[in-house]
């Protein structure tokens, strides 16, 4: 993902090592590493690592543009509220991990480690990418709330357009939590790197182009 981001912040290349354990190691604390170069995470010249990418917005869709959008609240309502599904038939991450509370927990581990082996580094990368990409969920909805004419103004407001991206959000999130837990599980992965990348990212923000 490319960030468009002010003087005082560059992107720098990021490297995430990506241990891998030699499926014939004898030696279970040594690893071989691969690296995953992101555009993600930035070093700071300023004192302050979380520097606005930006001067500031300042709202001014001319009031036609706004009644445009204003005009398709019903059509919001009728079109992309229903394509949402409700909570209690949603997959969630859970589904497809482990039982943490089951008694064979372990034993579920062990086998999801040993079906790992097989899997090249490279599959690792391309989620590592993936769930790098979906955690940064905070920045996309707040890029979503400065649009004018669909943000939520209160955080709670009923307009068809904040309930669709509060919503979405939702959703999205659970794409996030499923990866990160995995990877975490996997033990293929080193997490610490990945989670300062993430944190670096929602930090620094995201200037839309719209």
Same mark, same amino acid.
């Given at each position: 993902?490319? =960030?468009? %981001?002010?003087?005082? *912040?560059? *992107?720098?290349?990021?490297?995430?090592?990506? !241990?891998?354990?030699?499926?014939?190691?004898?030696?279970?604390?040594?690893?071989?590493?691969? +690296?995953?170069? !992101?555009?993600?995470? /930035?070093?700071? @010249?300023?004192?302050?690592?979380?520097?606005?990418?930006?001067?500031?917005? +300042?709202?001014s !869709?001319p009031?036609?543009? %706004?009644? *445009?959008?204003?005009?398709?609240?019903?059509?919001?309502?009728?079109?992309?509220?229903? =394509?949402?599904?409700?909570?209690?038939?949603?997959?969630?991450?859970?589904?497809?991990?482990?039982?943490?509370?089951?008694?064979? /927990?372990?034993?579920? !581990? @062990?086998?999801?480690?040993?079906?790992?082996?097989?899997?090249?580094?490279?599959? /690792?990368?391309?989620?590592?990418?993936?769930?790098?990409?979906?955690e940064?969920?905070?920045?996309?909805?707040?890029?979503?709330?400065?649009?004018?004419?669909?943000?939520?103004?209160?955080?709670?407001?009923?307009?068809?357009?904040?309930?669709?991206?509060?919503?979405?959000?939702?959703?999205?999130?659970?794409? $996030?939590?499923?990866?990160?837990?995995?990877?975490?599980? +996997?033990?293929?992965?080193?997490? @610490?790197?990945?989670?300062?990348?993430?944190?670096? =990212? *929602?930090?620094? $923000?995201?200037?839309?182009?719209?």
């Amino acid at each position: 993902m490319a =960030l468009k %981001l002010n003087q005082i *912040i560059t *992107i720098q290349s990021c490297t995430l090592s990506l !241990m891998t354990r030699p499926a014939d190691s004898s030696q279970p604390h040594k690893f071989r590493s691969r +690296t995953l170069v !992101m555009a993600s995470s /930035f070093q700071s @010249k300023s004192k302050d690592s979380y520097s606005a990418p930006g001067e500031g917005v +300042t709202h001014s !869709m001319p009031p036609e543009k %706004l009644e *445009i959008f204003k005009s398709l609240e019903n059509w919001a309502e009728e079109n992309l509220l229903t =394509l949402l599904k409700p909570v209690e038939q949603s997959w969630q991450p859970q589904d497809f991990l482990p039982l943490p509370e089951s008694e064979d /927990f372990y034993d579920q !581990m @062990k086998e999801l480690r040993e079906r790992l082996k097989e899997i090249p580094d490279d599959y /690792f990368v391309v989620l590592v990418g993936d769930m790098i990409t979906e955690e940064a969920l905070p920045t996309y909805q707040t890029m979503l709330n400065t649009a004018d004419g669909v943000r939520d103004e209160t955080g709670t407001s009923l307009s068809p357009w904040a309930i669709w991206t509060r919503a979405w959000s939702a959703e999205e999130n659970r794409h $996030g939590d499923l990866l990160n837990k995995y990877l975490y599980l +996997t033990g293929r992965v080193d997490m @610490k790197q990945v989670e300062k990348t993430v944190q670096y =990212l *929602i930090g620094s $923000g995201m200037v839309k182009a719209l």
